[in-house]
């Protein structure tokens, strides 16, 4: 045991983001683009239309109820769903029948061409889903398995922002404090910075994430303390699902969706409506549930209109009753999800997803960086480990982003009828990714850090330039249409690449130069400050040496 | 949410000011003792009123959540204003905190 209480959290910390570090790294970076990922896949499918505007939602409910009494009669329930700020098409979906004598069914999603009404043939992908999926789901482990690993690294990564908010001396004194220095100052200052601005989102994401799979982790506990009756009734009470009345097989003419609208609309501002679902459609029994976007993060129960279909009248039942430990529960599923972010808070999250990823990454170039010094003066050269360490990083931390860029790439550039393609898709993003964490070996760090970053900032550069090549979808087209979602994606990508292009640059680049090293002390003097002073006097280093790193004892004094 | 986050800015801002290292890092001439007292608590006031407006704008469940959202961007936009630009961050201030207040009235 260490000799006191922080310095034992200060390595219990390390350690801990160390082993899962790069696991974590993969959650935290797909699990972002999660936030992300209907408007994901419209882009990975490109087949589908652009944006129509200007068609009412009683237009769109027509078309796609046309389409639906063509195709899916007799079903128990089909469901539409409008365009909206995630997805500008409209989509309608029901349970299709397994074929080839597999019994049960599958819900399939099914987009319409809004100004024809005709269902759309898009290409076979995973989308967004498949990389939001990966969050949680680890691609080729089964799914027991990968829920133990995430529910381990989570575990640990609770404990590790825990143990970090103990080791931060400075909380509040540091709090705006990030000095851009290279070496283990600059990063050291990075990491806190990303960790404490973001520090409730990184409590909630950690927590929440654990609390989906409570029943998978906390097994025993139910198993042991209650009967299956009593873990029937929790569930409900925890998961209460909506009751709807079953088709009664005698058929029945109802009114159109679009004039069950007319009813929603007077307690609704317009354009609330998000998607509608239909019970035993032209049944004695048919109703509706209109369902708007989410307005509370528990559940608000004005949130959703049922109206029978057949006489239009409103059913009032408010099918869904949540207790304490319900609304709890749904509220942190919600919190994680972010289903009630709009559009600005939908970025923030995907901000502050990325901010924590990259809190994760600067936590393992911190552990690296800090060793560096001591690995360097080795006869024969750094430890194993130190060098296993690097090549995870440098694989990880820009290995990860090619691969998902090459994710993108397989949408585009896979033939269209290959066999397995969503499969292929997945499939070349993990073999690059293993290229690239393999690549490394071979370099010296800083020639592999370059080298994958200038790659990186390449294909996030070309991924448009591709898409101009092989689809009709691409920027100036969807610019030109005004569909801010897909010229959006396009226009992330360059985003991300000149971000790339800079670390790139800044890597290569020569350190800060003595002229600007001396102005640097030239502006700081001018502020004469006692503070400031003592600060120069006590790390005069920092201002000199740019490449070398701070010598431990010296960094030690820094706050951790 | 332009709202939020231009408020949860003037208030960091404010914070940020209450600390010596900081506010010769941001303003050029020194200011008197006597305002400077006043940053914090009057810090903490617009915190709370930042916090008053979300609950009036979203709601009790989804308010705070996007205020501490709100409060992360402003923060990093904040210290890496004083990191590579401090000198406008008082401007900026008051700039973004004009914006948010007439966007309130307007709407």
Redesign the interface.
């Given at each position: 045991m260490k000799d006191n209480f922080r310095q034992s959290m200060k390595w219990f910390h390390t350690w801990v983001g160390l082993v899962v570090g790069w696991v974590l790294f993969f959650m935290f970076l797909t699990g972002s683009l999660g936030y992300f990922y209907q408007e994901i896949t419209r882009w990975m499918e490109p087949e589908r239309p652009f944006i129509a505007h200007e068609v009412s939602t009683e237009k769109l409910l027509d078309t796609a109820q046309i389409y639906l009494n063509k195709h899916a009669k007799g079903v128990d329930e089909w469901d539409i769903m409008l365009p909206n700020a995630r997805d500008q098409n409209l989509r309608v979906g029901w349970r299709h029948l397994v074929d080839s004598g597999k019994q049960g069914s599958r819900y399939k999603i099914t987009v319409l061409d809004a100004l024809t009404g005709e269902a759309v043939a898009s290409r076979a992908t995973g989308g967004g889903k498949l990389l939001y999926r990966m969050h949680y789901r680890l691609h080729y482990l089964s799914t027991s398995i990968s829920y133990w690993v995430v529910g381990f690294c989570s575990m640990l990564m609770l404990l590790a922002v825990i143990t970090g908010v103990v080791i931060h001396k400075k909380i509040f004194t540091d709090f705006f404090t990030f000095r851009a220095k290279k070496g283990l100052l600059g990063w050291l200052d990075i990491h806190n910075v990303l960790s404490v601005i973001a520090l409730p989102f990184h409590f909630m994401i950690t927590y929440s994430g654990l609390l989906f799979f409570l029943f998978t982790y906390m097994v025993l506990s139910t198993n042991l303390q209650i009967n299956d009756e009593e873990f029937d009734e929790m569930l409900n009470e925890i998961y209460p699902g909506s009751t709807h009345l079953d088709s009664a097989r005698q058929p029945s003419d109802m009114l159109k969706v679009s004039s069950l609208y007319q009813q929603v609309k007077n307690s609704w501002h317009a354009d609330e409506l998000s998607y509608v679902e239909m019970f035993a459609a032209d049944d004695i029994n048919a109703h509706a549930r209109f369902v708007r976007h989410e307005t509370d993060i528990t559940y608000n129960p004005d949130d959703e209109v049922t109206i029978n279909a057949i006489t239009g009248e409103v059913i009032a039942v408010k099918i869904n009753k949540y207790t304490g430990a319900g609304i709890i529960h749904n509220g942190f599923f919600s919190l994680h999800e972010g289903h009630f972010a709009g559009p600005i808070a939908r970025w923030i999250y995907f901000f502050t997803g990325l901010i924590g990823t990259a809190m994760i990454a600067s936590g393992l170039i911190l552990w690296t960086t800090k060793r560096k010094p001591k690995q360097m003066k080795k006869a024969n050269g750094p430890d194993f480990g130190y060098r296993l360490v690097e090549q995870l990083n440098i694989g990880t931390i820009v290995g990860l982003p090619i691969a998902i860029a090459s994710y993108f790439y397989a949408n585009r550039l896979l033939p269209l009828d290959m066999a397995n393609r969503i499969n292929w898709e997945a499939n070349i993003m993990f073999i690059s990714w293993a290229v690239l964490l393999i690549y490394p070996a071979f370099r010296t760090a800083k020639q592999a850090w370059s080298e994958q970053l200038l790659f990186a900032a390449l294909l996030y550069f070309m991924l448009p330039i591709v898409n101009a090549f092989t689809t009709d979808k691409h920027l100036l087209n969807s610019l030109h249409h005004q569909d801010w979602n897909l010229a959006g994606f396009d226009l992330t990508l360059l985003v991300v690449s000149s971000c790339f292009a800079f670390a790139a640059y800044k890597m290569t680049s020569p350190q800060l130069s003595n002229k600007t090293s001396a102005q640097r002390n030239k502006q700081v003097s001018k502020r004469v400050n006692n503070k400031i002073v003592i600060e120069k006097r006590d790390h005069p280093s920092v201002q000199v040496t740019n490449d070398s790193l701070l010598p431990l004892p010296q960094a030690n004094k820094e706050k951790c | 949410?332009?709202v939020l986050t231009s408020l949860s800015f003037s208030t960091?801002v404010l914070?940020?000011l209450a600390?010596?290292?900081?506010r010769?890092?941001v303003l050029e001439s020194e200011i008197s003792i006597l305002a400077v007292r006043f940053f914090r608590p009057f810090a903490w006031l617009l915190l709370l009123f930042t916090g008053y407006i979300s609950v009036d704008m979203y709601?009790w469940?989804?308010g705070p959540?996007?205020l501490?959202?709100?409060?992360?961007?402003a923060?990093?936009l904040?210290?890496?204003l004083?990191?590579?630009r401090a000198k406008i961050v008082p401007e900026l201030a008051i700039v973004l905190s004009i914006i948010a207040s007439m966007s309130i009235f307007i709407s």
């Open positions: - | 949410m332009l960091m914070f940020c600390m010596t290292k900081h010769e890092q709601g469940s989804i959540a996007l501490f959202g709100a409060f992360t961007i923060t990093l904040l210290i890496l004083l990191t590579y």
